[in-house]
Each structure stands twice: as structure tokens, then as C-alpha cells.
């Protein structure tokens, strides 16, 4: 019966880190996979989680089965980290296996609610996005929200996208960080954004997950409270992987603010049902320790303190960049770990065969991949693709 099947390309951005890996020139850059780095070019395991593994080590008694919503706990102690307060009984919260779980379960939910939504998106976007949508058969329907030449967010053309769409459609956002082009709403953007939402009552599904490493824990998440404060329906699909730098535990969580509390319980019970169906219960040992560090003061303030030291590392790194070239001036307003550069693929691809330099196809960077001094290199490698 498999003959039928069609090979599938491998994803093009996961294959980086076999290939970085594979290369044995010493002053390789991985600017590829969005991993955080160090000032040594490691991601490191953070001292909060060292701590909350090792107490869970002393303590646990038992690993038997949570059940298809994760660990209630878990979902109910993050719920003042997104929201900034508790959100109340509208809001319906599942544990997921990272963010992409929850950004799946999201389109899960509204392909089973309203078959024929379309879906809304900027691009460029984060490629799994449209890979998840066409999974579940969902209409995306695209619109221009980065220029990468000219480095600027089109908020004209996502509000219009709102505005020419019906009650019941859905936006997918970026809540902080954008991947891949660093491009934020603004503030003001956020407000006029959600004017055109009440206005259509089209639903905005926010991706949110590297909340912490733009503009610090409560900066990133203005358009997530904004929008959840003053919106009937809202999803949220979180991200622990990157702001508790647990990548490969997968620890996510999708709220979903509903009409009133029941309808909020059925979401529930339709989210358990997609969890029963699609991985049955999530995997505890990440949602444990993010647990463990918010159910502990001491270890949250040693969180906090580590995730503001990330996000200052990468501002740091951003400035050194936007100081070193003038193609390279924009970093300095973008924000978060991405950019994407205006590369054609011969040029990323040249990037990595001669220069050693390793970058998405779309010429997306990971800022926190590069130390300051190795900015000089980065920079000569650019000039000798071509890149002003
Ligand atoms: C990225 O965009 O590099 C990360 O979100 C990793 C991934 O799963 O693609």
C-alpha cells in the first residue's frame, strides 16, 4: 500500500541543524533554527529550570496519567504571565505540546466550528503555519505584511485583509517577535487592529511564542491583553519552549476566550477531545517544571531575571548589527530573535557553501545565533553575496 505515497521533502528549516551539525569548518555561524544562544553560542538549560528539575527529582512520587488537559495547574499559573491577570471562566485553557501543538489544536477547533472560515494571514509567516492550516484544510488566504526590501510592516494592508473579511473568519498574529521578519505591531497598530476586529468580528488566533525576548515580559504581550480584554473570541497559542528555553520537552499551552463559561466548557471539552485523538496527553516532565518555578516565588524571580537578561542580549546584539552596515539599520526597530534579509536563494546558498554562514532559504536570520564579534565576519560574508 505505500507505494502510493508521495516522498516528502524533508522541512527545510529543521534540515539546518543537520547540516550546521555536519560541518566541520571551526568559524561556522548557525543563524538557522530559532534557538536562543548565549554569549558562547550555547542555549543554555536556565538556572530556574536546573533548580525546578531537581526538586522535582526529590519530589515526585508518581507519573501516572494527567489526562487529555495536561496539568489544569500548570495552564492556570501561566495564565497571569500571558494575560496579566486571571482571565476568568471565559477563558479555556489546554496544555499542548509546544506551540506548534497549540497553533494545531487552534485550527483544529475552528475547522470542526466553521469548516469553510478562511484564514487570514501576513506574509511572510513562519512556513509551518501554512503546513498546519493546509493539514487541517483550512482556507488561508494571504496578505503582504513585511516588505523585506524595505523593512516595513504593512498595517494598511492587514486591516484592510480584516475589514474585506466576514464575522466568523480568523487572523492568525503574531503577538510578539515576529517570525520571520522581527516586524511588530505597535501599540497604536495593536488598537486600530482590534477597532477592525470589533468592527467584522473576525477572530484573531495570536501566535505567541517568544514572549519575554522582544520588549521583556509585559511589553510583548500588550496585543495579547489588549485584544483579549476588549474581544468576545480570542485564541492564544503559547509558547514555554523558548521563554523557559525548553525546545525539546514541548511545553505550550492554546487559551481560547469564549462567549460566556459555557460555551468556554464546551471549547474545553472539544480541545480534550482533539488532544484525546491527536496525542492522547501531553508530555508532563516541561509543563512540570514551568510549574514548579511559577509555584515557587523565589524561582520565578530567578526566571524573570534570567528571560529580561535574554531579551537584553538580543537588543544588544540587534544594535551592534544596525551599527555595522546600512542594509542592516532596521534591526535596531525590529524586534525579537528574527529578520529576514533581503537574499534571493543563491545568495543564502552561497552564504553557506563559502562563508560557512547559516540562514533560512528566506534569508531569515536568528539574531541570538550571532556574538557581537563575530558581526565584522557576518558583515564581509553579506558584501560578498551582494547584500549592500
Ligand atoms: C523556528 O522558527 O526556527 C522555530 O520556531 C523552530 C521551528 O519549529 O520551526
Same mark, same amino acid.
Given at each position: 500500500?505505500?507505494?502510493t505515497?508521495?516522498?516528502?521533502?524533508?522541512?527545510?528549516?529543521?534540515?539546518?541543524?543537520?547540516?550546521?551539525?555536519a560541518?566541520?569548518r571551526?568559524?561556522?555561524?548557525?543563524?538557522?533554527?530559532?534557538?536562543?544562544?548565549?554569549?558562547?553560542?550555547?542555549?543554555p538549560i536556565?538556572?530556574?529550570v536546573?533548580?525546578?528539575?531537581?526538586v522535582?527529582?526529590?519530589?515526585?512520587t508518581?507519573?501516572?496519567?494527567?489526562g487529555?488537559?495536561?496539568?489544569?495547574?500548570?495552564?492556570?499559573?501561566?495564565?497571569p504571565?500571558?494575560?496579566?491577570?486571571?482571565?476568568?471562566?471565559?477563558?479555556?485553557?489546554?496544555?499542548?505540546?509546544?506551540?506548534t501543538?497549540a497553533?494545531?489544536?487552534?485550527?483544529?477547533?475552528?475547522?470542526?466550528?466553521?469548516?469553510?472560515?478562511k484564514?487570514?494571514?501576513g506574509?511572510p509567516?513562519?512556513?509551518?503555519?501554512?503546513?498546519?492550516?493546509?493539514?487541517? +484544510?483550512?482556507? %488561508?488566504?494571504?496578505?503582504?505584511?513585511? !516588505?523585506?526590501k $524595505?523593512?516595513? #510592516?504593512?498595517v494598511?494592508? =492587514?486591516? /484592510?485583509?480584516?475589514e474585506?473579511?466576514?464575522?466568523?473568519?480568523?487572523?492568525?498574529l503574531?503577538g510578539?517577535?515576529?517570525?520571520?521578519?522581527?516586524?511588530e505591531?505597535?501599540p497604536?497598530?495593536?488598537?486600530?487592529?482590534?477597532?477592525?476586529?470589533?468592527?467584522t468580528?473576525?477572530?484573531?488566533?495570536?501566535d505567541?511564542?517568544?514572549?519575554?525576548?522582544?520588549?521583556?515580559?509585559e511589553?510583548?504581550?500588550?496585543?495579547v491583553?489588549?485584544?483579549?480584554?476588549?474581544l468576545?473570541?480570542?485564541?492564544?497559542?503559547y509558547?514555554c519552549?523558548?521563554?523557559?528555553g525548553?525546545?525539546?520537552? +514541548?511545553?505550550? %499551552?492554546?487559551?481560547?476566550?469564549?462567549? !460566556?463559561?459555557? $460555551?468556554?466548557? #464546551?471549547?474545553?471539552?472539544? =480541545?480534550? /477531545?482533539?488532544s484525546?485523538?491527536?496525542?492522547?496527553?501531553?508530555?508532563?516532565h516541561g509543563?512540570?517544571?514551568?510549574?514548579t518555578?511559577l509555584?515557587?516565588?523565589?524561582?520565578t524571580r530567578i526566571?524573570r531575571e534570567?528571560?529580561?537578561?535574554?531579551?537584553?542580549?538580543?537588543?544588544?546584539?540587534?544594535s551592534?548589527?544596525?551599527?555595522?552596515?546600512?542594509?542592516l539599520?532596521a534591526h535596531?526597530?525590529?524586534?525579537?530573535?528574527?529578520?529576514?534579509?533581503?537574499?534571493?536563494?543563491?545568495?543564502?546558498l552561497a552564504?553557506?557553501?563559502?562563508?560557512?554562514?547559516?540562514?533560512?532559504?528566506s534569508?531569515r536570520?536568528?539574531?541570538?545565533?550571532?556574538?557581537?564579534r563575530?558581526?565584522?565576519?557576518? #558583515?564581509?560574508?553579506?558584501?560578498?553575496?551582494?547584500?549592500?
Amino acid at each position: 500500500m505505500f507505494d502510493t505515497l508521495p516522498e516528502q521533502p524533508a522541512d527545510a528549516l529543521l534540515a539546518l541543524i543537520g547540516l550546521y551539525r555536519a560541518d566541520p569548518r571551526p568559524q561556522k555561524l548557525d543563524l538557522g533554527v530559532g534557538v536562543y544562544r548565549d554569549d558562547s553560542g550555547v542555549t543554555p538549560i536556565m538556572a530556574a529550570v536546573k533548580a525546578a528539575e531537581k526538586v522535582l527529582l526529590e519530589t515526585r512520587t508518581t507519573k501516572a496519567y494527567l489526562g487529555p488537559e495536561g496539568d489544569p495547574v500548570y495552564t492556570d499559573l501561566l495564565k497571569p504571565i500571558v494575560f496579566g491577570k486571571d482571565p476568568g471562566g471565559r477563558v479555556a485553557g489546554i496544555q499542548t505540546p509546544g506551540g506548534t501543538g497549540a497553533v494545531r489544536l487552534a485550527a483544529d477547533l475552528v475547522a470542526l466550528a466553521r469548516p469553510d472560515a478562511k484564514i487570514l494571514y501576513g506574509a511572510p509567516t513562519w512556513p509551518n503555519h501554512l503546513q498546519i492550516l493546509n493539514a487541517t +484544510r483550512l482556507k %488561508a488566504v494571504p496578505h503582504p505584511y513585511f !516588505d523585506v526590501k $524595505a523593512q516595513t #510592516v504593512n498595517v494598511a494592508s =492587514l486591516v /484592510a485583509a480584516i475589514e474585506s473579511a466576514s464575522a466568523g473568519d480568523v487572523v492568525l498574529l503574531h503577538g510578539c517577535c515576529h517570525n520571520p521578519t522581527g516586524g511588530e505591531l505597535e501599540p497604536a497598530d495593536w488598537r486600530t487592529v482590534l477597532k477592525a476586529l470589533q468592527e467584522t468580528g473576525v477572530v484573531p488566533l495570536i501566535d505567541f511564542a517568544y514572549h519575554g525576548l522582544g520588549k521583556g515580559l509585559e511589553g510583548d504581550a500588550y496585543g495579547v491583553r489588549l485584544l483579549t480584554d476588549n474581544l468576545d473570541e480570542v485564541m492564544v497559542a503559547y509558547s514555554c519552549d523558548k521563554n523557559f528555553g525548553l525546545y525539546r520537552e +514541548r511545553v505550550g %499551552a492554546l487559551y481560547v476566550k469564549a462567549r !460566556d463559561e459555557k $460555551a468556554a466548557s #464546551v471549547v474545553m471539552s472539544n =480541545l480534550a /477531545a482533539f488532544s484525546r485523538v491527536s496525542w492522547s496527553m501531553p508530555p508532563d516532565h516541561g509543563a512540570a517544571i514551568v510549574r514548579t518555578i511559577l509555584e515557587d516565588p523565589e524561582l520565578t524571580r530567578i526566571w524573570r531575571e534570567e528571560i529580561d537578561r535574554m531579551g537584553a542580549r538580543v537588543r544588544g546584539v540587534r544594535s551592534a548589527l544596525a551599527a555595522a552596515g546600512p542594509g542592516l539599520k532596521a534591526h535596531e526597530t525590529q524586534t525579537g530573535m528574527f529578520s529576514t534579509l533581503a537574499l534571493g536563494p543563491e545568495q543564502v546558498l552561497a552564504l553557506r557553501k563559502d562563508h560557512a554562514v547559516y540562514m533560512a532559504g528566506s534569508g531569515r536570520i536568528n539574531v541570538a545565533g550571532l556574538h557581537v564579534r563575530d558581526i565584522p565576519a557576518f #558583515v564581509t560574508a553579506l558584501k560578498a553575496v551582494g547584500y549592500p
